[in-house]
């Protein structure tokens, strides 16, 4: 009985932690004159629990590389000091995005 009970008290003060977890997208691709780079092993994005985080983080930046059109998307869980609140701020060709429900960074901006 004493062993059941310490198990309980054990999964009390975890359960929360882990409930509170934010699910989010996390990876990164290029696209160069519309066409997508090659992904890194495994494909461009994979959905990971944060469990430090509040926040998925979304950002879009152009690259204007010699002369063409290509910008980077990163996805990832939302970083301490990075996020604080949902929406998007930053000038068109690099925009930073934050939201806080789960795999809400699926696309370009929050949901």
């Given at each position: 009985m004493a062993r059941l009970s310490v198990a309980l008290c054990i999964f009390a003060v975890l359960a929360p932690s882990v409930m509170a977890a934010i699910q989010c997208w996390v990876g990164q691709e290029t696209i160069s004159n519309g066409k997508r780079l090659e992904p890194e092993i495994g494909g461009p994005y994979q959905s990971v629990q944060c469990n430090d985080a509040?926040?998925?983080?979304n950002s879009y930046?152009?690259?204007h590389k010699k002369g063409d059109d290509s910008y980077t998307i990163t996805?990832?869980?939302?970083e301490t000091g990075k996020c604080f609140e949902d929406g998007c701020r930053g000038p068109g060709d690099e925009k930073l995005c934050c939201c806080?429900?789960?795999m809400c960074n699926s696309s370009n901006g929050p949901k």
């Open positions: 509040d926040y998925c983080f930046v152009k690259r996805k990832s869980c939302g806080s429900d789960n």
